[in-house]
């Protein structure tokens, strides 16, 4: 499966932001979908992810409450809504997919499969 991410850009402190990820090649339904992101000098991080059929998601704890992430199978696109942005926030932002079997729980790691990553920042 092939990702392309989209929508970052620059912002300012408590705005929002929206992520799109659209995935492309066969089954791509049947991944569990990621958010990571990568700060300079900081290692990559876990941001959100969601389960193959969109109904359980998992959120790291810097964007909980701030950040959710979803999913439209039928345009094969996972989104990631950034509300309430702080200049931490500010990263390369990747998108990922894993297959995983309906009975699975949420992967938080490692995934197979990683899209170019866009850039988002946060001025103060």
């Known amino acids: 499966v092939q990702l392309q991410a989209s929508g970052g850009g620059l912002v300012q402190i408590g705005d929002s932001l929206r992520l799109s990820c659209r995935a492309s090649?066969?089954?791509?339904?049947?991944?569990?979908m990621g958010w990571f992101r990568q700060a300079p000098g900081k290692e990559r991080e876990i941001v959100a992810a969601i389960h193959r059929n969109g109904g359980s998601t998992f959120y790291g704890d810097p964007v909980k409450g701030r950040f959710t992430i979803s999913r439209d199978n039928a345009k094969n696109t996972v989104y990631l809504q950034m509300n309430s942005l702080k200049p931490e926030d500010t990263a390369v932002y990747y998108c990922?997919?894993?297959?995983?079997?309906?009975?699975?729980?949420?992967?938080?790691?490692?995934?197979?499969?990683w899209g170019q990553g866009t850039l988002v920042t946060v001025s103060s």
């Open positions: 090649g066969p089954n791509a339904s049947r991944y569990a």
């Open positions: 990922a997919a894993k297959q995983i079997i309906l009975s699975a729980g949420i992967p938080t790691g490692p995934y197979d499969y």
